[in-house]
């Protein structure tokens, strides 16, 4: 092997190298073999030239490699950044009001309208308080639903009278101060929202409903027998997302966000987090596009074009 061939083969090893790091951190199955296979390379074959016992041509092989780490950087830098969840006002309002619920045995109800982080702001709170109960209710939601997902959580199958499975979730709330929580709350019937309740007030638990504004409608109701919900709770209208809140989740996109930008993509977004987020997607597809970094014109495109959409 000639002075220059030793060259290129270390050259060749660093490149490998350095790639296989890189990928290895967005991509924890990345491997030395998996990148051979992906260049129609044996991962034998691969092994032999980097460690120098390769007999046959060698630029055959590393031309193949190199071909698909250069295709795998190109893909990389043209990817889609997704926005991570950043803690907002919205997530430290609910979780503040959720402690206290939990200290107190209180049933708080928030309401807010979609895609300013209701949902996502529970997951996280869940992760962080897994013994909490969570129920995602939908428009085919009933009594017997909620008592299933109950029972479930509590880890007995719900058999039997609607009555009985309810004194067995009661017997088993009680004195344990686990967080029940219903997202998309106003999905749920009147008796369902009494099942609730009672469950609460029996078992001496902490509850949160969650749900669009029209939730406490369906709470408050126009007769009597809602009042046995409505006095127990405390009700807070949670608003958009702030300024601040905007600049923390444009920063997981987008590199050095200017004010400009900030307060553009805030009346843009409307308060929204997830109007916000489409416009920072739909932005990427355009800068990628035309090869150019995020700036003001390319956020108002982004939002004129879904508007279109």
Do not use: W
Not at 50 to 68: F, Q, R
């Amino acid at each position: 092997m000639t002075v220059f061939e030793e060259n290129e083969l270390t050259k060749f090893r660093q490149e490998v190298q350095n790639f296989l790091a890189e990928a290895k951190r967005r991509d924890p199955t990345m491997s030395q073999a998996r990148l051979a296979r992906m260049s129609d390379v044996s991962p034998a074959t691969l092994s032999a030239v980097l460690t120098g016992k390769y007999a046959g041509n060698i630029a055959d092989v590393t031309k193949k490699i190199l071909s698909v780490i250069e295709r795998e950087k190109d893909k990389q830098s043209n990817e889609i950044k997704k926005v991570h969840f950043v803690e907002t006002s919205i997530f430290h309002q609910m979780c503040t009001a959720m402690n206290i619920a939990q200290l107190d045995s209180q049933i708080i109800v928030f309401t807010g309208d979609a895609g300013i982080g209701k949902t996502e702001s529970i997951r996280v709170y869940l992760e962080e308080n897994p013994s909490s109960i969570l129920i995602e209710a939908d428009p085919c939601y009933g009594v017997m639903s909620v008592l299933e997902e109950i029972a479930d959580a509590l880890g007995f199958e719900a058999k039997g009278r609607k009555d009985k499975i309810e004194r067995e979730i009661i017997r088993r709330l009680k004195g344990s101060n686990r967080l029940i929580i219903v997202d998309e709350s106003e999905y749920l019937p009147s008796k369902a929202l009494d099942i609730l309740r009672r469950i609460h007030d029996k078992a001496g638990i902490p509850l949160v409903l969650v749900g669009m504004p029209r939730l406490v409608k369906n709470i408050i109701g126009t007769g009597d027998k809602y009042r046995q919900i409505s006095s127990r709770m405390y009700h807070i209208r949670l608003p958009g997302i702030n300024v601040e809140d905007v600049r923390l989740i444009s920063e997981t996109v987008i590199d050095d966000v200017s004010e400009e930008m900030v307060k553009l993509l805030f009346t843009l977004c409307k308060a929204n987090a997830r109007l916000l987020s489409k416009i920072l997607h739909m932005a990427q597809r355009i800068a990628i596009y035309n090869q150019m970094a995020i700036n003001t014109a390319i956020l108002k495109k982004a939002s004129e074009q879904l508007m279109e959409a």
